[in-house]
């Protein structure tokens, strides 16, 4: 995808590509979240500055399930229960 982007202007060592203009960055990470099914989220965009930061968002393991799933299955003390309804 990186190759796809940036086409000639890519560096060789293709990590170290910098994400300053937003059109290629949004271009980027848009064919990246439609192909693996999920973005980098708004409040981590601004961490993106090159191709190897997109690289490490993606190489972390996502967790399964959502906060309030995480919520229900830890163990809570007695006096905190969470009702899930939906």
């Not at 490490?56 to 393991?61: A, D, E, K, S």
Request: charged share 25%; net charge positive; glycine share 4%.
């Amino acid at each position: 995808h990186v190759r796809e982007v940036f086409g000639p202007s890519l560096p060789k060592d293709w990590q170290q590509t910098p994400l300053q203009e937003n059109r290629l960055k949004h271009c980027l990470l848009a064919q990246l979240a439609a192909e693996l099914g999920h973005a980098v989220p708004n409040f981590q965009l601004h961490r993106m500055r090159r191709t190897r930061d997109v690289l490490g968002f993606y190489r972390t393991p996502m967790k399964d399930g959502t906060k309030i799933d995480e919520l229900v299955a830890a163990e809570l003390p007695p006096n905190l229960k969470i009702i899930w309804q939906q």
